[in-house]
């Protein structure tokens, strides 16, 4: 249930994204959020699939195993889980500025 969670809010926050330029806006702060997310969901997903393989979660002869290393470079590619928060951050500040 915890993953079908995550997977949900992660694609409801890629759809905001995709919503935001479909209105003709920035979509900075949303596409930051959605990669964030996704990765991190992605990462905990794989992560928790590998426990309920128990031991054979580290297997090669098992997709599982390839998952969880597909999914930690999600964290890695095209600007990191953190470098996605630098920018949320500055999106948020720059809209309290702004008030």
């Known amino acids: 249930a915890d993953m079908a969670i995550g997977i949900e809010s992660a694609r409801f926050a890629t759809l905001r994204s995709a919503w935001e330029i479909d209105q003709g806006r920035r979509n900075t702060y949303y596409a930051s959020i959605a990669k964030a997310l996704a990765a991190d969901?992605?990462?905990?997903?794989?992560?928790?699939?590998?426990?309920?393989?128990?031991?054979?979660?580290?297997?090669?002869q098992y997709p599982v195993e390839k998952l969880m290393r597909d999914a930690k470079i999600y964290q890695i590619y095209e600007g990191t889980a953190q470098i996605q928060r630098m920018i949320i951050s500055r999106e948020l500040l720059g809209k309290a500025k702004g008030m």
């Not at 905990?44 to 393989?53: H, P």
């Open 41 to 60: 969901v992605a990462n905990k997903c794989a992560t928790d699939a590998v426990q309920i393989f128990g031991g054979n979660g580290f297997n090669s």
